[in-house]
């Protein structure tokens, strides 16, 4: 998530860590803060409104997300696990890792039966809370006694190069489709930061969900319960703490879109009335008519052929394909194709 980096050596490990456990510190809660104060500046006053969707992810944020996960319309994190049930034990035994990286790691609990599989010696989790990777990292290294990790902390569409050379075969795992959320250009990018890890007998492990009907998208991001309109609303709360702004979150809608031509979803917080919002910190004023709205995500879905060409633009060939029986979700083996 992008905020800004700092050298590692700003931040030595720390003395009370087990010796297996070393934590790189790349990202400052400083540098975080001004970086939302950028992207706000810049998506608010533009047209359309738009605020990119790391800032869901506080702690209340994460707390939301993870209720979403076990709503029964959201699909994508059971189907994703069913695939690792059934299939990563025989994956990783093909594969056989030495070295993991986990992208987008949090509490490190999706590697944990690829971790069980694989023997690994080494773990290296990117993510941007350094609290969560260090409690992560003391749990795997008690569960798997030859396990040594090393974790950075920071944005991982910027510190990929922080991630420490492979210290054998190398696997990286990116789960949950988090690169469906970026842009065509942003996804080429961070495709090609991931390439540049792999040596030529890496591996890449994507999940990424797969384009499905209409309605089922549009349930998965707009459920009954209203979990993902106050997760969607949430954004809101994180720019009045950390930018004193004065947003009422419940006077903005949450709209889902299913975009089929773009083969995404988008999700929209819309004002249900005319009302100006004060932004302290950054001395701006913003006046919203009713009905104008705020763009918070975009979701992309993909397809077998548009994730090879995805792929192959970033120099990555699909190895393997493996979905779920509803064919909803899919995990994406990918190597080095030159």
């Known amino acids: 998530m992008p905020a800004g980096s700092f050298p590692a050596s700003a931040w030595p490990r720390r003395p009370e860590l087990d ?8 990202l400052h809660p400083a540098a975080r803060r001004r970086a939302l104060a950028v992207d706000v500046r810049r998506g608010l006053t533009r047209v359309p409104r738009t605020l990119p969707p790391k800032y869901f992810y506080d702690a209340a944020g994460s707390a939301l997300f993870d209720r979403i996960t076990r709503l029964p319309e959201y699909y994508p994190t059971r189907a994703e696990r069913s695939i690792v049930q059934a299939r990563g034990g025989p994956l990783m ?43 992560a990292a003391r749990m795997l290294v008690r569960a798997f006694p030859a396990l040594s990790v090393h974790g950075v902390v920071g944005d991982f569409e910027r510190d990929l ?5 492979p210290s054998g ?52 991001y707009d459920d009954a319960a209203g979990v993902t309109a106050a997760f969607n609303r949430n954004v809101l709360r994180v720019l009045n703490r950390e930018l004193e702004a004065d947003f009422v979150p419940e006077e903005f809608r949450h709209v889902a879109r299913v975009n089929v031509d773009k083969a995404r979803v988008e999700m929209h917080l819309v004002a249900d009335r005319p009302q100006r919002v004060r932004v302290r910190a950054l001395d701006l004023d913003l006046d919203f008519a009713a009905g104008d709205d705020i763009w918070t995500e975009n979701s992309y879905k993909f397809t077998r052929p548009s994730a090879e060409a995805m792929l192959a633009d970033a120099g ?12 909803r979700f899919a995990l994406v083996v990918a190597a080095p194709s030159a």
Do not use: C
Not at 19 to 24: E, F, K, Y
Not at 187 to 202: S, T
């Open 169 to 220: 075969r190398r696997l990286v795992a990116f789960f949950g489709s988090t690169l469906g959320n970026l842009e065509p250009a942003e996804r080429l990018k961070m495709l090609g930061a991931i390439r540049a890890l792999l040596p030529a007998d890496g591996r890449l492990l994507l999940g990424i969900d797969l384009m499905k009907d209409v309605s089922i998208l549009h349930a998965a």
């Open 161 to 165: 190069g922080a991630v420490p050379p």
């Open 316 to 327: 990555l060939a699909i190895e393997r394909w493996l979905t779920d029986p509803g064919d």
């Open 93 to 135: 035994r093909a594969l056989a890792p030495e070295d993991i990286v986990e992208i987008g790691a949090g509490t490190a609990t999706k590697i944990r039966p690829l971790l069980r599989a694989s023997g690994a010696r080494r773990y290296v989790p990117v993510d941007v809370d350094e609290h969560t990777m260090i409690e």
């Open 19 to 26: 010796p297996r456990i070393r934590v790189d510190v790349r």
